[in-house]
């Protein structure tokens, strides 16, 4: 939303703005990572992707060597009509601004912007993809470093809405919107867990317990609910999600029946859903990409100290690291981490790629 002084400024009484950078870098230090370039890919407009993965991306870059770059969803130049249309509504006698005026709120962080997705050029050169993406809509230009790299045979880490990455994608793309399904091994499905009121505890599967992506993993807990999946046959389920009563870690199991989509009736937690899990998916190319997905994954669940050692355990495992992976990896927070709530509409106004660099 445009403010008022935001608005002037706009109208001509400051003529430029100066933008930052589209994206923040953290060029990785000594560590079994070092030469390996992670492109994180933020872009959601409800579970805080671009607090959670610049957090996770210094973790990877200070502790452990891997070069991170991390992309936004930014606000383009120039007032949109959507924009004209709500700055309207709350300001009512203000001067309407035009479509393209400059304002100062240009290049900020927008995880509501579905398009402007700046910097995935970067793809070109990177060993692995962590992302969170909702729903976005690339440009044809900016998906074709996308196809690049997944034809290419790279991996990928998907966290949350992921399943459901992309949106409204025409032509030689379209197939893409079927991403989730095809290569993450699920789409969305449903909210399992009641949403917001139902948090999620994160139960190791028996039969995979020795893998090395949970290697020093235990005390997994997301605030997040549980999302309805059935990944394929191929896929290796590494992690269940265990519905609870309430949104705190010592809530009890929730014990209440439920019809799947497919409409069968069963235990919330009997069976439980898979939220983390493996997968080997041969693309048309003839190439393997390497595949973690959890739909586990807001900034807020990233506060669990097993998830986040887990997901960087499978950014080893994913760039062919896993001789490498550490007893118990070092995942403590690089600076400060204080998550906003998850929700739509509550991302933080104002932020641009550059506030996340370390200082």
């Not at 933008?19 to 990572?33: I, L, M, T």
């Not at 492109?39 to 610049?54: C, I, K, M, Q």
């Not at 957090?55 to 924009?83: D, T």
């Not at 191929?234 to 009890?252: C, E, F, S, Y």
């Amino acid at each position: 939303m445009k403010s008022s002084t935001s608005l002037l400024l706009s109208l001509g009484l400051l003529a430029a703005t100066a933008h930052a950078s589209d994206r923040v870098v953290y060029e990785g230090k000594s560590g079994p990572g070092k030469g390996k370039h992670v492109v994180f890919l933020t872009g959601d407009e409800e579970y805080r992707s671009e607090e959670g993965l610049p957090m996770l991306a210094r973790i990877l870059a200070e502790r452990h060597g891997f070069k991170c770059s991390v992309l936004f969803a930014i606000n383009p130049p120039g007032w949109s009509s959507r924009e004209i249309k709500e700055f309207m509504k709350a300001n009512k006698d203000a001067p309407e601004p035009k479509p393209g005026d400059p304002d100062p709120s240009d290049g900020n962080i927008d995880p509501n912007e579905p398009s402007n997705l700046p910097g995935l050029e970067q793809l070109d050169n990177a060993d692995l993809v962590i992302m969170l993406w909702r729903y976005r809509r690339p440009t044809d230009e900016a998906m074709k470093h996308f196809v690049k790299y997944c034809e290419a045979g790279k991996p990928f880490i998907a966290l949350r809405t992921s399943t459901h990455a992309f949106n409204g994608l025409q032509g030689e793309f379209a197939a893409f919107n079927k991403f989730g399904k095809t290569v993450l091994g699920e789409e969305w499905v449903n909210h399992w867990g009641r949403h917001k009121a139902e948090a999620t505890r994160g139960v190791i599967e028996s039969g995979a317990k020795d893998h090395p992506v949970l290697r020093g993993v235990d005390d997994i807990f997301g605030d997040t609910d549980v999302y309805e999946a059935a990944p394929p046959a191929d896929a290796t389920i590494l992690v269940r999600g265990q519905v609870l009563k309430g949104m705190k870690p010592d809530d009890p199991p929730a014990d209440y029946r439920k019809e799947t989509a497919k409409g069968a009736e069963q235990g919330i937690n009997d069976p439980m859903q898979p939220v983390v899990w493996l997968r080997e998916h041969k693309n048309p190319s003839g190439k393997v990409n390497r595949i973690v997905t959890t739909t586990m994954g807001s900034a807020t669940d990233l506060q669990s100290e097993g998830l986040r050692r887990l997901l960087v355990n499978a950014a080893y495992w994913a760039t062919g690291l896993e001789s490498k992976i550490p007893k118990k990896a070092n995942v403590e927070y690089v600076g400060e981490f204080k998550p906003t709530m998850y929700g739509f509409g509550g991302y933080k106004k104002g932020v641009k790629p550059a506030d996340h660099e370390l200082k």
